[in-house]
């Protein structure tokens, strides 16, 4: 079982228009029904984001599943098939936002109409995605992965006014792996593309793990390393594993 979970808050000093969080868990099933070499995963995930200081607010819960089938006696190569259907509910809330109708001589009047026709003050959906990923071992401790994931199948309608705007699909695709240097070091590395309409980002970057205690079966490793969004940031990154635990 992994659990996961992530809290951000941007530019807090400006009344606080980006708050995401996000909880998430997943664990195999069917292991003793199942081909040995195979994995069969169920998830869960769950999100809470607000911006315009709590103008707007999406709330995300969304159920995944995916089948990794091993395409050698050995295991060593896999293909994995994974869906998730998504429910996603939008709210505006009307007394945090400020309209060019509003603003007076002394200030925005929040009591004052604000000239917009708003049909909808919540928008709610089903959404689809789909992704697919291979992955191979290479010798003992070194491996690879390539995959592509598929967002928006349906391109679901989302309109505050009644419109018929929806969606557009986004793609992805990654690709990265761990790389043995010698029994105490490994290079892990990775890569993303995404595109959705006119926008679109790329990653690349790596950390480089030391193994610590000499127990490759119960390893504490050190990472260190660092990822850059093309044109855009650094993120630098460090960390320590050791027993069932990664905090970075």
Do not use: C
């Not at 969080?21 to 081909?35: E, H, P, Q, R």
């Not at 295991?75 to 109708?101: H, P, S």
């Not at 790389?179 to 926008?199: C, D, P, R, V, W």
Request: net charge negative; hydrophobic share 35%; proline share 3%.
């Amino acid at each position: 079982v992994r659990v996961a979970a992530n809290y951000r808050n941007q530019w807090p000093q400006i009344s606080s228009p980006f708050v995401t969080g996000t909880v998430s868990a997943d664990f195999g099933i069917l292991k003793n029904v199942i081909n040995p070499n195979d994995v069969f995963g169920v998830g869960v995930l769950a999100l809470y984001d607000q911006s315009a200081g709590g103008g707007l607010k999406t709330t995300y819960a969304a159920v995944s599943t995916a089948y990794h089938k091993s395409l050698d006696v050995d295991g060593l190569q896999t293909l994995g098939l994974g869906v998730q259907v998504a429910y996603v509910q939008d709210r505006l809330d009307f007394t945090k936002l400020q309209f060019e109708d509003q603003l007076t001589s002394q200030g925005f009047d929040i009591g004052r109409a604000s000239g917009e026709n708003f049909t909808n003050s919540g928008v709610s959906y089903l959404d689809y995605n789909v992704g697919l990923l291979y992955n191979a071992s290479i010798g003992e401790n070194s491996n690879f992965y390539l995959g592509g994931s598929f967002y928006h199948v349906t391109h679901p309608t989302k309109s505050f006014l009644g419109g018929t705007s929806s969606l557009s699909s986004r793609y992805t695709v990654h690709t990265g792996g761990s790389f043995e240097i010698n029994k105490t070091t490994n290079i892990y590395a990775s890569g993303l593309y995404m595109q959705q309409a006119g926008a679109s980002e790329k990653d690349i970057g790596a950390a480089v793990g030391f193994l610590l205690n000499g127990i490759p079966e119960s390893p504490t490793t050190f990472y260190i390393g660092s990822w850059y969004r093309l044109g855009d940031a650094i993120n630098p990154y460090v960390g320590i594993e050791f027993n069932s635990w990664q905090i970075g």
